[in-house]
């Protein structure tokens, strides 16, 4: 089954109402992005965690951006499954998704960031909103990582690497099943192409709902051509 329909790019999610309005998302949830939102301005004043002249459009640039990916992930069909963020950094998209998820299926969100301040921030706002996420201070590639992740129901990231690179970063924690919900912007044609070199996968391109230039890569069957089996 094809993913949920989602209002067409160009409309702006810039309050709490008009992102429970497109998300249908309870007044709990809302409560706990505004909370988000609280912290995040406050922590700004020390550490960058976002880009400042974003700091004003954060329902629309940051929770709606986070949020479209959601209903990417097929859950009313799959509820159960580990949803795994890299990069995580203020926790876009992973923790908008962890907070989604709190009042609709049973997932468990884990998310990967090296910076130990971000990660600080990361786990302050689970803790002030409630929300079970489990949040590892660590390199992705790390051994240490490896080690402590399996592979996920789904997959993804903002802004960490181009495709490429990212294919790399990611593919251990792919299997057959598991599909990456990567944002990218105008550039995704290109870092596709370029990661058809080394890497196999079949993808499609979902229109931003909320930049008209920017889309999301839906992937799966990612494997690295040196592995492929051929007879």
Partial sequence: MAPAAMTAPGRRIDTPELFAEEFSVSRETVSRLKTYEDLLKRWQKTINLVAPGTLGDIWHRHFADS????????????????????GSGAGFPGLVLAIMAAEKAA??????????????????????????????????????????????????????????????????????????????????????EEARRDWDFEFNLVPSLTETDARIVVLHGLQAKSLRITT
């Fill in 67 to 86: 949020a479209q990916l959601w209903r990417l992930g097929n859950l009313a069909e799959s509820p159960a499954g580990v949803w795994l963020d890299f």
């Fill in 107 to 192: 997932t468990r969100h884990i998310l990967i960031e090296s910076d130990s301040r971000k990660a600080a921030f990361l786990r302050e706002v689970a803790r002030h909103t409630g929300v079970a996420v489990d949040i590892l201070c660590t390199r992705i590639e790390s051994t240490e990582t490896l080690a402590k992740v399996e592979p996920a129901s789904c997959v993804t990231a903002r802004a960490l690497a181009p495709l490429p690179r990212l294919a790399g970063l990611v593919a251990p924690y792919f299997e057959s099943s598991t599909r990456g919900l990567f944002l990218k912007g105008r550039e995704v044609g290109a870092e596709l």
